[in-house]
Structure formats: structure tokens, C-alpha cells
């Protein structure tokens, strides 16, 4: 099943009909006061509760007609090493929705305006991809979260997609399993019309301008987000090239288990 294009150019799939102008202005204004809240708020994760910044994305996704919906089994334990797919700046809300996690970026991030100290505050671990000290650094970084029960997120695509492929799974990430002893939690995220029709209007890929994708996103008249946990990938006696692929595999599964059922 496939849905109507809305911009024939990019061949990104959309809902047939757009959100009317004045529901997508409403969102925008209501998005710009509750963006005001997130700098007094404490954004460092909590795996105890649902921490202030969680419940910060929950509610920004509900400003934007998202509906969020997980399914698989939550492990008891929240020290682990979360590794998804990658279609959108979306995934960070829903992940730290579903997870007080951290993430993993690339050390530039860290000197963007604004972004950064925010990224800071929220316990992102940064990492520089061509210093060989960056990883112990991060290594280092990664354990002491990963003792406080606090998991880590990456995307181990290393780009994002429109959302119609899988790309490859670097295998460095996952030293992090290896040398930690912590487990690889695969996550599978599709985002969809009410319909269950995939859309990948709601992309943000590298080569375009973020407020594009925020257009994009603000024209559907309703998202559904649905989120497949698979069951952990032990690291015991196993290299990263067997955790990446192991992982890869089961994100795939996830990803065509959500297409096919409702």
C-alpha cells in the first residue's frame, strides 16, 4: 500500500490531505510558547521517573498531532545501549519519550548555539570521530551512565534515511557492549498515517533545511509513531561485528513486524 505524494519532486509519501492553515498556524504558536519552558527545565536524565524533559518531548509531540506507540517487552533493567533506525529529528523526542536516556553525538554539536549547552545539560555524551582519545573518553563517559542505570542511545546508521532503507550498522558503537559487558537494546521506529500508511514526509535528511521537514511535519493532519523494542543482544563472548549485525538484524525484524501488522 502506498500513499499519495504531496511533493512530487522528492517523492516522500504523505498523507492525501494537508492539515488545514489555521490548525498548522495554532501548532506553530503553541509550539513557540512551549519551547519558552525547556530552558529552566531540568533536562538531565532520570531512569527513576519520567523525567521533566521526557515529559517535555510527550507533550511537543501531542502539540504536533503525534501519537506515540510502543510495542515488545521493556526489560526490567535500563543499562543498556538503545540502537534504533534513523528517519528524523523526531526520533530524539521519541526515544527520550519512551527512555530517560542520553545520546550520543558527534563533538561538533557541542559548540552549535544554544543546542549545545542544552545537549550538555541533558547528559549527551559527545565524541570526536577522528581522535583516538575521544573514544576512551567516551568509553569512560558511557560506563559511569551506564552504572547509574541511565542508557545510552546511538544510531548506528551514522545518517539518517528517508525512512525506506536500512542502511548498514557501523560496528565502533558497539564497542560499547564489548568492552562495558552492557547489553544492545534494538529499537524499530515507523512512523505512519492514521491509516497505517508509512509516511516519510516527516524525514529530515542532511541534504535539506530542517525548517523544510518541520513544514512537512506540521501538513499532516495526524502522525502515528510506532516504537518495536526487541529483546536485548548479549555481548557475552561475542565481538561488535557480531553485535552490529545481530542488532541490525533485529531492528529490520522490528521494522517488518510494525509494516505488517496494525
Not at 519532486?9 to 504523505?14: D, I, N, P, R, Y
Not at 558527534?106 to 555524551?125: D, F, H, L, Y
Not at 558511557?142 to 541511565?150: G, N, Q, W
Request: charge should be positive; charged fraction near 20%.
Amino acid at each position: 500500500m502506498t500513499a499519495t505524494p504531496r511533493e512530487g519532486a522528492s517523492g516522500l509519501t504523505a498523507s492525501p490531505e494537508a492539515t488545514p492553515v489555521p490548525v498548522r498556524a495554532a501548532r506553530v504558536l503553541r509550539s513557540l510558547w512551549h519551547i519558552r519552558s525547556i530552558f529552566s527545565l531540568d533536562k538531565a536524565p532520570d531512569p527513576s521517573r519520567k523525567d521533566p524533559l521526557s515529559r517535555w518531548f510527550e507533550t511537543f509531540l501531542g502539540i504536533l498531532g503525534i501519537e506515540l506507540r510502543p510495542s515488545g517487552e521493556r526489560p526490567a533493567s535500563t543499562a543498556f545501549l538503545i540502537v534504533a533506525n534513523h528517519t528524523s529529528w523526531l526520533d530524539i523526542m521519541v526515544l527520550r519519550t519512551l527512555f530517560s536516556t542520553c545520546f550520543i553525538a558527534k563533538e561538533e554539536i557541542a559548540r552549535w548555539p544554544v543546542v549545545g549547552p542544552m545537549a550538555r545539560e541533558a547528559g549527551t555524551i559527545f565524541i570526536g570521530r577522528n581522535r583516538l582519545s575521544s573514544f576512551r573518553e567516551t568509553l569512560a563517559a558511557s560506563r559511569r551512565s551506564l552504572a547509574k542505570d541511565i542508557p545510552i542511545t546511538v544510531f548506528p546508521e551514522g545518517t539518517t534515511t528517508i525512512g525506506d532503507r536500512l542502511l548498514p550498522f557501523k560496528t565502533g558503537v558497539f564497542d560499547l557492549c564489548t568492552e562495558t559487558g552492557y547489553p544492545a537494546l534494538p529499537v524499530s521506529i515507523r512512523y505512519e498515517s492514521p491509516e497505517g500508511i508509512q509516511l516519510t514526509s516527516v524525514s529530515y535528511t542532511g541534504n535539506e533545511h530542517f525548517f523544510r521537514s518541520f513544514g512537512r511535519t506540521l501538513r499532516e493532519p495526524r502522525v502515528v509513531v510506532r516504537v518495536h523494542l526487541s529483546p536485548p543482544v548479549l555481548p557475552e563472548g561475542r565481538d561488535r561485528k557480531f553485535m552490529a549485525q545481530a542488532s541490525q538484524e533485529a531492528v529490520a525484524s522490528g521494522l517488518a513486524l510494525l509494516a505488517s501488522s496494525r
